[in-house]
């Protein structure tokens, strides 16, 4: 027995895994928010709906989104007519779209972070993809293999219908993937194209036009893994733990079916509620170990889901006005996705500023959406910290909080914290 526990602790990294590097990638194509529900009805021919019509335009004004990224273009629905229908048969056009894109979204994003690792390819000892819009065997995990040119034998895990809280579990088994396997190097991918969900409007389904105009497409991509070489890998955070829980009373609550028309998601009116009214049990459950209760006290990257639920967590958690506005400004430039590794920055719209102030260090009580900054490590970490929605306080922690997500038909409640990373020099 003790010497299967020696190959056992031989098998084990020695310490906690650790992001690596991040990729992002979103398609060409931009949706403007302020023109989007004209264009909506327009191509999927529902001007007469009238009193819809304007019901949709005050849901795009409230949603907090200026822009989007959309595969979908008009031509490709005036090629696919049942696409722009709300209930017609649909799905092999659908999946002849997502089956080929989703793979080759994912492929932008871990190319850009592969590059970013600097390391060999061969390196890479497994890949989790996961994606809620694409469904296929060999599935996506097996092409994005192909496209990257990957070695045969690594070790693949894909995973769909996850939901908004997708990130939250693959970074959760990367982290479990990375501790217990020594020397394993884990790409993680997340992509999404709306394909599968877009549809017309129904006067019946309010629900769908939600969807319609919150969802956005994209990918993000990590690399994580345990023990870093310091002489040839730059460490960037430490994952210190990731959780979920299922809300009591929250059964069918949000919940997608996929048929013949595509993947259909329904959302009831007061999922805002019961995910405000249950956050804190979550937060406890997370952060009691690290000796914090004040919620004011530490930064909040919280996956959008719409501006009414970051109003309740706000208002229950009495958070202070600037806690969200990382997400908030997160979901104006991109939109709301289906899965939470947000590929919400690139280097250049990081560059250009956004809300909060001039930091050259990482500092409690502000959200890293900042002013270009003159020291080139700090700016860089925070283009970093941007692309995954991360950030930092003076205690040298981060928090990263998912307040929702979807899991047979229930909510879940998913809580990711990081900490910083142990490898930053005290004085940069």
Same mark, same amino acid.
């Given at each position: 027995?003790?010497?299967?526990?020696?190959?056992?602790?031989?098998?084990?990294?020695?310490?906690?895994?650790?992001?690596?590097?991040?990729?992002?990638?979103?398609?060409?194509?931009?949706?403007?928010?302020?023109?989007?529900?004209?264009?909506?009805?327009?191509?999927?021919?529902?001007?007469?709906?009238?009193?819809?019509?304007?019901?949709?335009?005050?849901?795009?004004?409230? &949603?907090?989104?200026? $822009?989007?990224?959309?595969?979908?273009?008009?031509?490709?629905?005036?090629?696919? =007519?049942? !696409?722009?229908?709300?209930?017609? =048969? &649909?799905?092999?056009?659908?999946?002849?779209?997502?089956?080929?894109?989703?793979?080759?979204?994912?492929?932008?994003?871990?190319? $850009?972070?592969?590059?970013?690792?600097?390391? =060999?390819?061969?390196?890479?000892?497994?890949?989790?993809?996961?994606?809620?819009?694409?469904?296929?065997?060999?599935?996506?995990?097996?092409?994005?293999?192909?496209?990257?040119?990957?070695?045969?034998?690594?070790?693949?895990?894909?995973?769909?219908?996850?939901?908004?809280?997708?990130?939250?579990?693959?970074?959760?088994?990367?982290?479990?993937?990375?501790?217990?396997?020594?020397?394993?190097?884990?790409?993680?991918?997340?992509?999404?194209?709306?394909?599968?969900?877009?549809?017309?409007?129904?006067?019946?389904?309010?629900?769908?036009?939600?969807?319609?105009?919150?969802?956005?497409?994209?990918?993000?991509?990590?690399?994580?893994?345990?023990?870093?070489?310091?002489?040839?890998?730059? =460490?960037?955070?430490?994952?210190? &733990?990731?959780?979920?829980?299922?809300?009591?009373?929250?059964?069918?609550?949000?919940?997608?079916?996929?048929?013949?028309?595509?993947?259909?998601?329904? @959302?009831?009116?007061?999922?805002?509620?019961?995910?405000? $009214?249950?956050?804190?049990?979550?937060? @406890?459950?997370?952060?009691?170990?690290?000796?914090?209760?004040?919620?004011?006290?530490?930064?909040?990257?919280?996956?959008?889901?719409?501006?009414?639920?970051?109003?309740?967590?706000?208002?229950?958690?009495?958070?202070?006005?600037?806690? !969200?506005?990382?997400?908030?400004?997160?979901?104006?430039?991109?939109?709301?996705?289906?899965?939470?590794?947000?590929?919400?920055?690139?280097?250049?719209?990081?560059?250009?500023?956004?809300?909060?102030?001039?930091?050259?260090?990482?500092?409690?009580?502000?959200?890293?959406?900042?002013?270009?900054?003159?020291?080139?490590?700090?700016?860089?970490?925070?283009?970093?910290?941007?692309?995954?929605?991360?950030?930092?306080?003076?205690?040298?922690?981060?928090?990263?909080?998912?307040?929702?997500?979807?899991?047979?038909?229930?909510?879940?409640?998913?809580?990711? @914290?990081?900490?910083?990373?142990?490898?930053?020099?005290?004085?940069?």
């Amino acid at each position: 027995m003790a010497k299967v526990q020696e190959i056992r602790r031989s098998q084990r990294a020695e310490g906690p895994a650790a992001i690596l590097a991040i990729g992002t990638a979103t398609p060409a194509n931009v949706v403007y928010q302020a023109d989007y529900a004209d264009n909506y009805f327009r191509m999927t021919k529902s001007d007469h709906l009238t009193e819809l019509k304007e019901k949709f335009k005050r849901m795009c004004d409230k &949603s907090m989104i200026r $822009k989007r990224y959309m595969h979908l273009t008009e031509e490709m629905l005036r090629e696919n =007519p049942n !696409m722009c229908a709300y209930m017609e =048969p &649909s799905l092999d056009e659908r999946q002849e779209i997502v089956v080929v894109e989703v793979p080759k979204l994912g492929k932008e994003a871990a190319a $850009k972070a592969i590059k970013e690792w600097g390391q =060999p390819k061969s390196k890479i000892t497994h890949l989790i993809f996961c994606t809620t819009t694409s469904v296929d065997m060999p599935g996506a995990d097996y092409q994005i293999t192909k496209l990257l040119g990957l070695r045969p034998s690594v070790n693949r895990y894909m995973m769909y219908q996850q939901g908004c809280f997708a990130a939250g579990t693959v970074l959760r088994l990367a982290k479990d993937l990375a501790e217990n396997n020594r020397c394993a190097r884990v790409l993680v991918v997340c992509s999404e194209i709306t394909a599968l969900t877009f549809r017309g409007p129904s006067e019946s389904h309010l629900d769908n036009l939600v969807g319609q105009a919150l969802f956005a497409d994209g990918a993000g991509a990590v690399i994580v893994g345990a023990d870093p070489d310091l002489e040839t890998e730059r =460490p960037l955070f430490e994952l210190v &733990s990731a959780s979920q829980t299922i809300l009591p009373d929250s059964e069918g609550a949000i919940h997608g079916d996929l048929r013949e028309a595509g993947l259909i998601i329904h @959302v009831l009116k007061d999922v805002p509620e019961l995910i405000s $009214k249950n956050i804190e049990n979550s937060l @406890v459950d997370a952060f009691a170990p690290l000796g914090i209760d004040d919620w004011n006290s530490i930064f909040w990257i919280a996956h959008p889901g719409g501006p009414a639920i970051l109003d309740q967590i706000e208002a229950k958690l009495g958070l202070e006005k600037e806690k !969200m506005a990382a997400g908030a400004q997160r979901v104006r430039q991109h939109g709301q996705r289906l899965r939470s590794v947000h590929s919400g920055r690139n280097a250049a719209q990081v560059g250009g500023g956004g809300e909060g102030h001039h930091r050259r260090r990482l500092q409690l009580g502000r959200p890293l959406w900042l002013r270009p900054w003159t020291h080139r490590r700090d700016r860089r970490l925070a283009q970093q910290a941007n692309q995954l929605l991360i950030t930092t306080t003076d205690r040298r922690i981060l928090y990263v909080c998912f307040p929702y997500a979807l899991s047979n038909n229930n909510i879940d409640d998913v809580i990711c @914290v990081l900490i910083t990373s142990q490898y930053w020099d005290k004085n940069d």
